[in-house]
């Protein structure tokens, strides 16, 4: 048992009246102390459970950021024209909505915004299909890379994923706690502002309640963070809905002073407005079709999220023009051209002889 980290749990566990919040440097330690295993399994669950109950303080986030940030694994950016845009999406995946993320993600390489995204294998407590799977749909398989041969293929496809049980198993081992305990811990939480790279870099991180969106955007201010996005997307995800009025917040450090903006996005005074479609077992299908530029219903929730992010990312000055060019990337077949280029460099990062064939 670790006497250190007792008395960290004493202070979080000690009941509504008594608990005390851990400072920044304390939360680093027993994140670590966590993902380390030096604490025992009973001292794991019960930190969690208690941390969850009390609710973390903005230092404790940006403690168990920082601890991400020195043991996870993560890519290094690279020259760009734009900062690497790392779209976070709960670890846990998705049950309900048929998801376009991994389509936003293509859109912005094939534009030269370099994406990252991360993510483990189904996970309590939802257990929904993560970005993982929904990738190998796409015939992109992540879950081989080492973390230099994910490197490589970022560097020459603008698009990049860590995959946790690969890029960062210390994280990957406490999978088993979110079951055990059958809710959503404070990692959970963290995962979504987690931005594992290197370099100039402008984080979206999704939130389902207000009060998660708030706690974000002030961690980010502590850790000097301020070119993100917060989007209440399906399923606490970042893809914007059609059904309902996207609630967006942006983040932004015109001439080194932060600022922050509220966007509410009307699917309606676009002409986005529709139905967001349910996940059944036709998706691999519905999501080759969006590739093939189709006119589906998932394909215009694609161009209305793809259009989104490629305005926010600087692309283009306007959303309409974001639209039109989400649009003009699929017709025109560079999303497709991407996904194909993506699949070739994980097969030479794989097997290095390829690439003399």
Same mark, same amino acid.
């Given at each position: ?7 960290? &749990? +004493? ?9 005390? @919040? ?7 330690? @027993? ?18 459970? /208690? ?10 986030? /940006? ?25 976070? %999406? ?14 936003? /993600? ?10 990252? !995204? ?24 992540? +879950?081989? &890379? ?5 490197? +490589? ?38 995962? !979504?502002?987690? /931005? ?33 996005? %917060? ?47 349910? !996940? ?6 519905? !999501?080759?079709?969006?590739?093939? @530029? ?52 994980? @097969? ?10």
């Amino acid at each position: 048992m670790s006497d250190v980290f007792r008395d960290l &749990l +004493k202070k979080v566990g000690s009941g509504t009246h008594t608990s005390k @919040a851990l400072t920044r440097e304390e939360s680093e330690l @027993a994140t670590r102390m966590m993902l380390e295993q030096t604490a025992t399994p009973a001292q794991i669950g019960a930190f969690m459970i /208690a941390q969850r109950i009390k609710r973390p303080t903005i230092p404790e986030l /940006a403690g168990m950021l920082d601890c991400y940030e020195k043991m996870g694994g993560k890519l290094v950016g690279f020259q760009a024209d734009s900062p690497t845009m790392v779209l976070n %999406t709960p670890y846990d995946g998705r049950q309900r909505h048929a998801p376009v993320t991994p389509i936003t /993600a293509l859109m912005l390489a094939a534009s030269g915004v370099p994406a990252v !995204l991360h993510g483990g294998d189904r996970m309590p407590t939802k257990m929904g299909l993560p970005l993982v799977d929904i990738w190998q749909d796409l015939g992109i398989d992540w +879950k081989p &890379l080492n973390l230099e041969q994910a490197q +490589k293929v970022f560097e020459l496809t603008c698009l990049g994923f860590v995959y946790m049980p690969q890029q960062f198993p210390e994280a990957h081992q406490l999978v088993p706690y979110r079951e055990q305990i059958g809710k959503r811990p404070t990692l959970a939480t963290v995962e !979504l502002m987690w /931005a594992p790279c290197d370099g100039p870099k402008h984080v979206v991180s999704s939130f389902v309640h207000p009060p998660t969106e708030t706690r974000t955007q002030e961690t980010y201010h502590l850790r000097h963070t301020y070119e993100f996005t %917060t989007v209440k997307g399906l399923e606490g995800s970042c893809d914007l809905s059609r059904s309902r009025t996207a609630i967006i917040g942006m983040g932004s450090a015109n001439d080194e002073q932060p600022t922050f903006e509220r966007l509410l996005l009307h699917p309606r005074d676009y002409g986005f407005e529709g139905h967001d479609l349910d !996940l059944d077992t036709d998706f691999p299908m519905l !999501l080759e079709q969006v590739i093939q @530029a189709e006119p589906t219903e998932l394909t215009r929730s694609a161009i209305w999220n793809g259009g989104f992010y490629l305005w926010r990312a600087g692309v283009v000055a306007s959303l309409p023009e974001g639209f039109n060019r989400a649009q003009t990337l699929l017709e025109s077949g560079e999303v497709q051209a991407k996904c194909k280029q993506v699949q070739a460099a994980i @097969a030479t990062a794989l097997n290095p002889q390829l690439s003399h064939v």
